[in-house]
């Protein structure tokens, strides 16, 4: 965990303060990189309404330091060590429902990108794009508006074209639990093998697997082990 905040210079007199005093936006990130917080952070630097006061290497980092960096934006990525971004996207909305967060990864496929907006995130920006692109996300956010990176929004558009035959008519995003059963299904792990690996009975294997067809669009075991196996799974 890395706390960003600068130097405190020294007071003014209030004759040579000046009238109107900039207040910067504080921004934190969730991200195992270095090399991404360090990007993020020069980036930041250019703007000088911003300030990035934080890096939380790990979800768990995140929520212990929200509560003392109180910050504007949280830019969290979904792809995170121990608790990945949608766990801790549900457990920071939970524990910080008015915190404003905006998923920054490279993955832009519609479980991770549904999942995130579902569980709360305000938006959805790609790590592949340009810093103008990062600057009008990050203000979209912070003025209270939905960002959604092309990649991100077309992902959505083709899930719902994939899913319009199913009778809700929408996509749901898939919970880490279910992406656990996905990954031992790929594996040829039987229902009760499953059931034993995870600590839940093999019926409760058996009704995952019937709303992860549903979820999917998918017809049988088949289906949900390509959908595993095209995502590096298994």
């Known amino acids: 965990l890395e706390s960003l905040s600068l130097p405190e210079g020294r007071d003014q007199p209030s004759s040579a303060r000046p ?17 991404t917080a360090a990007g993020v952070r020069a980036w930041i630097a250019l ?12 979800g768990k980092e995140l929520l212990n330091a929200i509560p003392k960096v109180k910050p504007d934006l949280v830019l969290l990525e979904v792809s995170l060590p121990e608790m990945d971004g949608i766990d801790t996207m549900r457990a920071l909305r939970k524990a910080h429902p008015k915190q404003s967060v905006l998923a920054f990864s ?33 203000r979209a956010t912070l003025a209270g508006e939905r960002y959604l990176s092309e990649a991100a929004r077309t992902s959505i558009e083709e899930g719902y074209r994939y899913t319009a035959k199913r009778p809700d008519g929408r996509y749901i995003g898939l919970s880490q639990r279910e992406r656990e059963i996905i990954r031992l299904i ?10 034993t690996a995870l600590f839940i ?6 009704s995952h697997r019937k709303r992860l067809m549903t979820k999917l669009n998918v017809r049988g075991t088949a289906g949900l082990v390509k959908y595993a196996l095209d995502r590096k799974w298994a």
């Open 106 to 138: 490279t993955l832009a496929d519609i479980e991770y990108v549904n999942s995130m907006l579902i569980e709360g995130a305000s938006g959805y920006l790609l790590k592949s794009g340009t810093r103008a692109e990062f600057v009008k996300a990050i």
């Open 186 to 195: 790929a594996l040829e792990r039987t229902n009760a093998e499953i059931g």
């Open 19 to 35: 009238s109107f005093v900039s207040v910067k936006r504080t921004i934190a990130i969730a991200d195992p990189l270095e090399l």
């Open 47 to 58: 703007e000088h309404d911003l300030d990035l006061v934080l890096h939380a290497r790990t």
């Open 201 to 206: 009975s093999e019926e409760t294997v058996k």
